[in-house]
Nanobody, 125 residues
């Protein structure tokens, strides 16, 4: 069992930046691919970005490509999501996930069984 804890959310103006962190409770985190998802009020949860277990490969949703960067530090059992040029439509609760199936062609599907509790990101116009 791996517990994930996100942090780094907050309120930011459009065009601003935030860096989300996801800390895992176990070193086995380094064996798993991980991803970030988000869910806005009244909408379904959607995929944002994913990274392979080694950190050598990444995959992004078209809506965030070029603005967001996913990374990880396995020595710290931590994943990151750097979000730049934020837009009001990026407003959502952001969740990290671990243990999913990563494919360079198809991204991160299905997601794994391990989810964090979420961190809120609000972008004002």
């Amino acid at each position: 069992q791996v517990q994930l804890v996100e942090s780094g959310g907050g309120l930011v103006q459009a065009g601003g930046s935030l860096r989300l962190s996801c800390v895992a409770s176990r070193r086995t985190f380094s064996n798993y691919a991980m991803g970030w998802f988000r869910q806005a009020p009244g909408k379904e949860r959607e995929f944002v970005a994913a990274i392979s277990w080694s950190g050598s490969r990444t995959y992004y949703a078209d809506s965030v490509k070029g603005r967001f960067t996913i990374s990880r530090d396995n020595a710290k059992n931590t994943g990151y999501l750097q979000m730049n040029s934020l837009k009001p439509e990026d407003t959502a609760a952001y969740y990290c996930n671990a243990g999913g199936y990563y494919s360079g062609s198809y991204g991160y599907n299905p997601p794994g069984d391990y989810w964090g509790q979420g961190t809120q990101v609000t972008v004002s116009s």
